[in-house]
């Protein structure tokens, strides 16, 4: 049996990913033809969002116009980045269609893995995520922000949120927790415990009641996601719609990979200054053009591997323009130097309203965090 030459797991992402073998590697299935709504999202229309599992009940959900939620989650460590972008836009994007948002700040994981103190978690998750949250769009109406210390001041919503996670807990092998955190500690096990509780909670009778509920993530999330998707199977004290899942494509660091938050020089901050950009892209972001300006005139460049174009297929949403700039960069009329510009232009334009937005958010942070 041939070994991959990619590493995908919720601690380790590397080497040259290959997505149709992710696919067939963790059972996942292609993200099929969606409704005209999806279709206009940049993310659905050019298969970011490549995967699913059990999606089909969401589309019905929304047709048919019947609740249904979209459930996600925070670590309240490291900056937020143009990474973590995608993810927010796919929340302001469901809750568009009507979805109710539940946004989990993981502060008891970053308490047991990473040591942060409850109060440094919670200061740390307003600054750099939920305000870049509002300020890309999302509503405070049908939106729930909560933290995993401190799940609710109604006390028989954290009674049950509590009581699922504990009696989830019964439902669960060593060996599964094994399989998907290697090393055991009672701190990662509290933790797998308490996701899969945030993953279905909505579903119990104290908050929305049996629904369909959605968990968009990483790939390399997605051991975490069948774990909590066999234990909803498991425990009968309640019967749980199966949740659904979608896997989104990584946004490259700056000098290829996978974007890392402990690494500054491979993302750019929603918080950076043009300055910085420019320096950033113009330093660290890998070019897929030739040697020198005649060769690139003659042979052309390679914008699928230039990280430039990648990171415009996120940005970009004209697709006439993007395709201009593609067949430019692979003929040679376009250079690797111009190829940045245009995302330094891209990125610089769209940081300096959404700084400016999120400056304004913090006169309403407290309506989405109590």
Not at 122 to 134: D, G, Q, S, V
Not at 136 to 141: D, I, Q, R
Request: charged fraction near 25%; aromatic fraction near 10%; charge should be positive.
């Amino acid at each position: 049996m041939v070994k991959d030459d990619f590493v995908v797991t919720p601690w380790d992402v590397s080497g040259d990913i290959d997505y149709n073998k992710i696919i067939k590697k963790f059972g996942v299935s292609p993200m099929v033809d969606l409704p005209d709504v999806f279709m206009k999202n940049l993310l659905f229309r050019r298969k970011k969002v490549f995967a699913h599992r059990d999606f089909g009940q969401i589309v019905q959900a929304h047709k048919s116009g019947k609740p249904f939620v979209m459930m996600t989650g925070l670590m309240p460590s490291g900056k937020f980045h143009i990474g973590h972008m995608i993810l927010a836009q796919q929340m302001i994007f469901y809750q568009s269609l009507g979805a109710k948002i539940y946004i989990a700040v993981a502060d008891v994981e970053a308490y047991n893995s990473r040591g942060l103190s409850l109060e440094d978690g919670r200061k740390f998750a307003i600054e750099e995520y939920i305000l870049n949250y509002i300020a890309l769009g999302l509503k405070p109406e049908n939106c729930e922000i909560y933290f995993q210390s401190d799940r609710s001041a109604d006390s028989k919503k954290a009674n049950a949120y509590y009581r699922l996670q504990n009696l989830l807990a019964r439902h669960a092998t060593f060996n599964e927790f094994k399989a998907v955190y290697g090393e055991i500690t009672p701190g990662k096990m509290v933790s797998s415990l308490m996701q899969a509780s945030d993953m279905l909670h909505a579903q119990l009778p104290e908050f929305e009641g049996r629904l369909p509920v959605v968990v968009p993530v990483g790939i390399d999330q997605d051991p975490h996601l069948r774990l909590a998707r066999d234990l909803s199977q498991r425990i009968k004290a309640y019967k749980f719609v199966q949740l659904s899942s979608t896997y989104h494509l990584f946004v490259p660091g700056l000098s290829g990979g996978k974007m890392s938050s402990s690494d500054s020089t491979s993302y750019i901050a929603l918080t950076d200054d043009a300055k910085s950009v420019k320096k950033k892209v113009n330093k660290y972001a890998f070019s897929g053009g030739q040697p020198t300006i005649e060769e690139h005139r003659r042979l052309g460049g390679n914008p699928d591997v230039d990280v430039s174009y990648q990171w415009l297929t996120f940005l970009e949403d004209d697709d006439k323009r993007l395709k201009q700039i593609y067949d430019d960069y692979k003929s040679g009329k376009l250079l690797s130097g111009e190829l940045k510009a245009i995302l330094i232009d891209k990125l610089n334009g769209f940081l300096a309203e959404h700084q400016k937005k999120r400056e304004e958010s913090r006169k309403i942070v407290d309506r989405f965090v109590c």
